[in-house]
């Protein structure tokens, strides 16, 4: 007989509850910005790391926090791996376009072509390793299934979804979820994936017609204005940047609402055996984080715009050029450290407001039934492949 | 035994999911978990125990160093504080301890970086020299003609590139070319033949690709003021091949580019402010390469018996017509030090002339066939 305590008596419905602090995470983020600028970038992996750990040991669910139990330095041997695996193919492409001017063009596309399927490998082993690195009430999480069946689905789903003009999205995410799901475990217990592509066509449908039409009004009105501006090529480079600009502000705009239909659709559809959740936190506190960080990229981009407008008008005219090497080192030296502190701020910025707080939002309004079940389940033995994933975890894809 | 040697906690065995009510009670070197249940007890011994991140005002222990996943975890304060000071473990200390941990990786990678550039400085001009020869002749041939088809499609606009053959005045004026080249080349004693092409482009310039072929554009002919002059450029060319430096200047340049986004995390998609770093890197191994070449170049026009010097005539009058005429770029203002390719030309020049100079001299084309040459651009 299991005797079972306090927190998780008569727990068929529980609540997810998150105890972090803006201030305590900011404490964090704080010390690691700093780290982060001086080493050019490589306490990535710490920074990564330490972030997990907090956002993990602060989500409680159903009376139990979780564990992350990755290494930074884990992350740093996967990226290392990376690089002697990458590395002779960037020789390759620098021969190729060195042999004939006709490989030029293969020698430049190639690695762009590459990238992609890169990118959702990556992807796939990087939540491999998050899970297998998740533990939950001493149950560890993993994640089986092949990366690169998920890249053939992926790819199949890319073509359909384009062809259809995004219509055919809540399929091609309800497949490849159940794919995630299916391959996913918590101990001994498998994963599930429930979700009616039909329901998330129909939560989305409104904003999707909505971007269309936005999409077909702004194409009409460059159409009627075509013959104007093809007498004048300095006006129709204007309209180009104008256009973009507007699709640029509609894509950041519909982006958090797209999100939050997504996040809730998938929550809500995620199973473990007869473990169920649902979340139902509104769309307006989802988006408010976004509106703060696209501010913060706002003021970031103005301070370095009049800081670069003055550092050029009022400084570099004084600077002795092209006279002595130690100031030309130190300009490049400054340039490199800019470079990454702005890097860093703006990876902070989202870390803090988008990544924080959607977070915060979703383990807060997590609604779980059935965690009393996962009392039978089990840790399944031979777990020794849990280091799996870590190459494509070095690239850092994929927040959750 | 103290009274708060003992406490309640929350206990998961890590086998399975079971929450399980424990007693823990410190003994001597181990926490003993007995259940409530009838599950076994458990010995934690305190080498073993690692505090994890929690709440505030939790404890948390699991393994350190171990598979196993089996948690402990104290909600009651006292009782934690308790359990925390047998264990020496404190919420400064922990801090301290990922402090010096960040300082660790600070400097390792500041040794990191220092390595990185001492090698992009000293190591691989080394690296592409010995590599160099092991490149086929084959091969360097056929990256050459990429990049003499590369350097000639810039200047298309319509007109053939190459000067000498368009009607007599040009075929005179390559002929010309070819007899002062004729008289330089077997001095160098290359393994390959070279084969010069005259370039229609006024930018004054002259360059050696790899596989031999050599590039002498308009622009320097008519900036020459005696086929001496023109001699010390096509010498300073040679002098490129001879050491091979087109080639160990790819290989130098393809290494510092790996070696530098590699470093970086940055595979294929090299940012501006490693290119810029990779370009400081590289344009140093040219200034020296320069220096080499004008040394060759000396050397080769001393043996020959014209006139070493030559060459410094040639870059002090660039530099005065440089003044009187700048180009768009040089108007824009004044080049870093750093981003030069090429040595300064007075720089160059007072190097040349600290050279021995050489006493009997002897022509290399008469008068006529010297301004025959500079016609080979002419087009009729």
């Not at chain 1, 809730?264 to 703060?292: C, D, E, H, Q, V």
Request: charge should be positive.
């Amino acid at each position: 007989m299991a005797a079972v305590c306090a927190p998780t008596e008569a727990l068929a419905e529980s609540r997810g509850h998150f105890y972090g602090t803006k201030s305590e995470y900011r404490r964090i983020l704080w010390g690691d910005m700093i780290a982060l600028v001086i080493t050019l970038g490589f306490y990535r992996f710490w920074v990564t790391t330490n972030i997990r750990r907090y956002l993990w040991s602060r989500s409680e669910i159903a009376g139990e926090q979780l564990d992350y139990t990755g290494e930074a330095h884990e992350l740093l041997l996967g990226f290392l791996v990376l690089i002697v695996v990458l590395a002779p193919l960037a020789v390759i492409f620098a021969l190729f376009s060195w042999i004939s001017a006709e490989y030029i063009a293969i020698a430049q596309i190639a690695p762009m072509l590459l990238l992609y399927p890169l990118a959702v490998l990556g992807f796939y082993q990087a939540r491999r390793y998050r899970l297998n690195h998740t533990v939950f009430r001493g149950l560890r999480f993993r994640q089986t299934g092949s990366a690169w069946m998920y890249f053939l689905r992926v790819m199949l789903w890319t073509v359909i979804v384009t062809v259809t003009l995004g219509l055919a999205y809540p399929w091609a995410r309800g497949n490849l979820e159940r794919y995630k799901m299916r391959h996913t475990y918590c101990g001994d217990i498998q994963g599930g994936f429930v979700g009616s592509a039909w329901d998330l066509l129909k939560r989305g449908f409104l904003p999707w017609l909505a971007v269309m039409l936005l999409v077909l009004a702004t194409l009409m009105v460059l159409g009627s204005a075509d013959a104007e501006l093809e007498e004048d090529p300095n006006q129709a480079l204007g309209a180009v940047a104008l256009v973009l600009l507007w699709f640029l502000i509609m894509a950041l705009g519909f982006y958090p609402v797209f999100r939050a239909k997504v996040v809730r659709w998938r929550i809500g559809s995620m199973r473990f055996g007869p473990l169920s959740f649902a979340t139902n936190f509104s769309t307006w506190r989802f988006y408010k984080p976004y509106l703060k960080f696209y501010g913060w990229m706002l003021l970031l981009g103005t301070v370095v715009g009049i800081l670069n407008a003055v550092i050029q008008s009022q400084i570099i005219p004084k600077l002795p050029i092209g006279e002595s090497i130690a100031v030309e080192i130190t300009g490049i030296v400054c340039l490199v450290i800019a470079y990454f502190a702005i890097a860093t701020i703006i990876s902070f910025a989202f870390q803090g407001t988008v990544r924080f707080e959607t977070w915060r939002l979703i383990v807060d309004s997590l609604q779980v039934r059935g965690v009393d079940r996962l009392e039978r389940a089990q840790n399944s033995t031979g777990h020794a492949a849990h280091r799996k994933g870590r190459i494509g975890a070095a690239l850092n894809l994929g927040g959750f | 035994m103290a009274p708060q040697a003992q406490g309640v906690a929350l206990y998961f065995d890590g086998v399975t999911g079971t929450a399980h009510a424990v007693t823990v009670t410190l003994e001597e070197s181990a926490l003993l978990v007995t259940p409530s249940d009838a599950t076994a007890p458990a010995r934690w011994p305190y080498s073993t125990i690692e505090r994890l991140p929690a709440p505030p005002g939790r404890l948390r222990l699991g393994f350190a160093y171990s598979e196993s996943v089996a948690r402990l975890e104290v909600r009651d304060p006292a009782f934690a504080g308790v359990v925390m000071q047998h264990l020496g473990l404190g919420g400064p200390q922990g801090l301290a301890q990922e402090r010096r941990h960040r300082r660790l990786v600070i400097l390792w990678t500041a040794g990191a970086i220092a390595a990185v550039l001492t090698i992009g400085i000293t190591g691989l001009p080394t690296v592409a020299g010995l590599l160099a020869p092991l490149v086929p002749q084959a091969m360097e041939a056929k990256i050459g003609a990429a990049a003499h088809q590369q350097t000639l499609a810039q200047y298309k606009d319509g007109a053939p590139v190459l000067c000498g053959d368009e009607g007599e005045r040009e075929r005179a004026g390559r002929a010309a070319f070819q007899k002062l080249f004729d008289q330089l080349e077997p001095a160098a004693r290359l393994p390959i033949p070279v084969r010069p092409f005259v370039v229609r482009t006024t930018t004054i310039n002259a360059s050696a690709f790899p596989g031999g072929i050599m590039h002498v554009n308009q622009g320097i002919i008519l900036l020459a003021n005696s086929p001496d002059e023109l001699a010390g450029v096509i010498g300073h060319e040679l002098g490129h091949m001879v050491h091979r430096h087109s080639l160990r200047g790819y290989l130098h340049n393809l290494g510092l580019t790996y070696l530098i986004t590699l470093a970086a995390g940055e595979v294929f998609t090299g940012s501006s402010v490693f290119i810029a770093v990779v370009d400081v890197l590289a344009n140093r191994n040219t200034r020296a390469q320069e220096r080499q070449a004008d040394d060759y170049g000396v050397d080769l026009t001393a043996r020959i018996g014209i006139d070493s010097h030559a060459a410094a005539n040639l870059w002090e009058r660039y530099v005065r017509r440089m003044r009187e005429k700048p180009t768009e770029e040089e108007k824009a203002g004044p080049r870093a030090l750093l981003s030069n390719t090429h040595p300064a030309p007075l720089e160059r020049a007072a190097a040349i002339r600290a050279t021995p100079p050489v006493a009997n001299l002897r022509p290399l084309l008469a008068e006529e066939e010297w301004q025959a040459l500079r016609l080979v651009c002419s087009r009729n």
